[in-house]
């Protein structure tokens, strides 16, 4: 009787299955470009196999199809976060078409953005992706011909850095290239990552942070502890570089961040603590001043992260990420008195500085997926702080008049998770605390993560968005706030995506297939997505 249950069970399950397969075949799904310059793409057969297509009106792999399961994606406020996405993507088109960012009040470009004046069309290539996943096929075709007729750094005269076009324009690119098999997009992205070879010049091999595209001349900035460079710079290429390596055939750019690894390895470090700054020229420590925020952060994502992107097989990177978090944590993790708030503190010197940056609260994502990823004995705690910290960054929310958080945060007698300095009380539309509730609920499933990011969104429709775009604001505890006037080309890319995908079901872009490089762009696992697209 059990197993004719069990049977009847699973056979109803399978029509289940076949219905809900129809029905999707049936919907719109994202569809790449179109141009005949792009290459046949490569996406799962129903076994799960790669097989190689060239129809333009397939998604890009099965973990694409799934996204509007009842009860796992909640399309009215997906709907919403595209429809915000098409009112900056519109804007910047009307408005900045070309330039890297809009300013959305003063309706012009942006020219005092970290690329300058000259036209590279950040919003572009970061926001395309974006674009695709939301299945906006007309705005993304328009981006690519864009790209492919006008992104080319041979004529350009200025420095740029190597970390910010590495995370913007060589991941964009590269995501780009495995989600539509668009070889115009690999080719884009060695071309961008060829100018930045010249900086890693030195006699450690640590490249330094600004590099001339013309003439290769390198150097660092003058304020970085006597010219030093930047542990979250300098430790945020190998997700690009060593895919970039496999797809092109060329093992340059993999030998160039396997070697920094190797100098990082190979050096003591103060406490098992990562100082911020590393001088290129010496090879010694710059500032003790330790921080999983501002000029720090990413180095430890890509440490996972790369043990991720390797199917795992990556152990030294899983090792170095788990002997680097075990010592912040041991000697920065804070708890507040009076709230008993969670926090990560920076270290200057050996002392504490009881402040938390907005850029740390990635923090809070980047636990929770290191312990789930692999259980071990410290598993169910790490998962436990990294509920503590997204609750924390939460809060630093919801203490505010506008229900944005601050550029940073601190903890006082006095109080807590709040800026005390003007110069912390801005919010430029940045994702860091939206990407830890995105993670955080695919890994609980807990709805307050959803709840919180929709919070967020209200706030953003009530207090950045103009007619013009959206606008970072100055004083986040104001009813009324001041506008900054800019709309940043990672609004595009990171906070409108992670909250997009909050709302999707987990088959869209799956942890088990995809890791998000530090500015959202989905690169694929090796040896698990048919769409890595490595070069034979």
């Known amino acids: 009787m059990a197993l004719r249950s069990v049977s009847a069970l699973l056979a109803s399950l399978v029509l289940v299955s076949l219905s809900i397969t129809l029905l999707f075949r049936s919907l719109p799904f ?9 290459s046949d793409r490569i996406s799962r057969s129903e076994g799960g196999s790669p097989s190689v297509e060239t129809s333009t009106a397939t998604p890009p792999g099965v973990g694409f199809v799934p996204t ?37 009040m003063s309706r012009r470009g ?12 950040a919003t572009i290539v970061d926001g395309l992706d974006t674009l695709y996943i939301m299945g906006m096929e007309e705005e993304f075709n328009q981006g690519r011909e864009w790209i492919a007729n006008n992104l080319d750094l041979n004529n350009m005269n200025s420095d740029l850095s190597v970390f910010e076009t590495n995370i913007r324009f060589v991941g964009g690119l590269l995501s780009c290239y495995a989600l539509t098999g668009d070889v115009m997009f690999r080719d ?56 970039l390596s496999d797809v092109t055939g060329n093992p340059i750019y993999r030998q160039k961040v396997e ?29 003790n001043h330790m921080s999983i925020g501002a000029l720090g952060d990413s180095f430890y994502e890509y440490l996972l992260k790369a043990w991720l992107q390797s199917g795992k097989e990556d152990l030294e990177a899983r090792e170095m990420y788990d002997e680097a978090l075990a010592r912040l944590i041991q000697h920065m993790l804070q708890v507040s008195q009076r709230s008993k708030l969670m926090y990560f503190s920076d270290m200057k010197f050996d002392r504490l500085e009881h402040k938390m940056d907005h850029l740390a609260c990635f923090s809070g994502g980047l636990l929770g997926l290191g312990a789930q990823s692999l259980k071990n004995e410290v598993s169910e705690r790490y998962m436990d702080i990294a509920k503590g910290i997204t ?34 009380k801005y919010y430029i539309l940045r994702p860091e605390v939206i990407e830890s509730y995105f993670v955080m609920w695919r890994l609980t499933k807990d709805q307050k993560y959803r709840d919180w990011g929709w919070e967020a969104v ?24 001041q506008k900054d006037d800019v709309q940043q080309s990672f609004f595009l890319a990171e906070t409108l995506k992670y909250l997009y995908l909050l709302f999707s079901d987990d088959s869209l872009i799956s942890f088990d297939d995809w890791v998000f490089n530090t500015e959202a762009h989905p690169l694929p696992i090796k040896g698990v997505n048919p769409l890595y697209r490595e070069f034979v």
């Open 110 to 121: 942006h020219s005092a953005s970290i690329f300058g004046s000259a036209a590279l069309g």
């Open 30 to 38: 994202p569809i790449m470009a179109s141009s005949s310059s792009a």
């Open 458 to 481: 209200e706030a953003l429709e009530k207090h950045c968005r103009v007619s013009g775009g959206y606008s970072g604001i100055k004083n986040v505890y104001l009813e009324d706030p």
């Open 391 to 424: 609750n924390t960054c939460h809060e630093s929310y919801d203490r505010s008049a506008t229900k944005l958080g601050p550029e940073s945060f601190r903890f006082t007698e006095a109080l807590e998770a709040k800026a005390m300095k003007t110069n912390e």
């Open 259 to 287: 070697h920094i690894r190797q100098v990082l390895r190979g050096m003591e470090k103060p406490r098992g603590l990562y100082p911020n700054y590393l001088n290129p020229k010496t090879g010694k420590w710059g500032q």
């Open 188 to 243: 884009k992205a060695e071309h961008v990552a060829e100018k930045l070879l010249p900086a890693f010049k030195t006699p450690t091999g640590i490249p330094y942070a600004l590099v001339n595209v013309r003439t290769g001349a390198s150097k660092n900035y003058g304020w970085a502890s006597g010219g030093a460079s930047i542990l979250s710079e300098f430790g945020t290429l190998h997700l690009e570089f060593t895919y």
């Open 68 to 104: 509007l399961l009842p009860g796992l994606a909640d399309p009215e406020k997906r709907d919403k976060i595209k429809e915000m996405m098409k009112h900056a993507w519109d804007n910047y088109v009307r408005y900045a078409w070309g330039k890297n960012e809009l300013r959305p």
